[in-house]
């Protein structure tokens, strides 16, 4: 039952809003069976923003990084369901969209590594969000 409950952040970027691909991330992840549990279209300031890519500020990029994800709002979620993590990283391809197989979101919408148009996280998330059942999980599980 717990593995169920397994969560990820998943955000997408101010070029997937401002693309229009916010419908078909949502789209992908409900079709495939997990469950919404919270979403937020937020404009994230430099202070979250640096937390967020902490591992990443002595990288040669994280300016550009930081500018790019400052320059407009993005939707965040997050998303539930058994393996949600790992699956959820696979759903989104690898970092560079030139390495993401066709199927995948990076795949599919984008094509530089400097814009590729979501975020996944590749842990768990520790939350205090809303827990609800949902009427399709005794034909998914
Ligand atoms: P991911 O987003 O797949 O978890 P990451 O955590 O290593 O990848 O990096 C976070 C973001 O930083 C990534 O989505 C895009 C940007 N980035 C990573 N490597 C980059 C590079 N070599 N050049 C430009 N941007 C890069
Ligand atoms: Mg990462």
Redesign the pocket.
């Known amino acids: 039952m717990a593995e169920q409950k397994e969560r990820t952040f998943i955000a997408i970027?101010p070029d997937g809003v401002q693309r229009g691909i916010i419908g078909e991330v949502i789209k992908r992840f409900e079709t495939k069976g997990f469950k919404l549990v919270a979403m937020k279209m937020q404009h994230a300031s430099e202070d979250l923003l640096t937390q967020h890519?902490l591992?990443?500020k002595d990288?040669?990029?994280?300016p550009?990084?930081m500018k790019?994800m400052s320059s407009g709002p993005v939707v965040a979620m997050v998303w539930e369901g058994k393996g949600v993590v790992k699956t959820g990283?696979v759903m989104?391809g690898?970092?560079?969209p030139a390495d993401s197989k066709p199927g995948t979101i990076?795949g599919d919408f984008c094509i530089?590594?400097?814009k590729?148009i979501?975020?996944?996280?590749?842990s768990v998330e520790n939350d205090e969000l809303v827990h609800y059942t949902s009427c399709a999980a005794s034909w998914l599980y």
């Not at 979501?118 to 590749?122: E, V």
């Open positions: 970027k890519y591992d990443l990288r040669p990029f994280f550009t990084l790019y990283r989104l690898e970092t560079n990076r530089d590594v400097s590729n979501i975020h996944g996280s590749d």
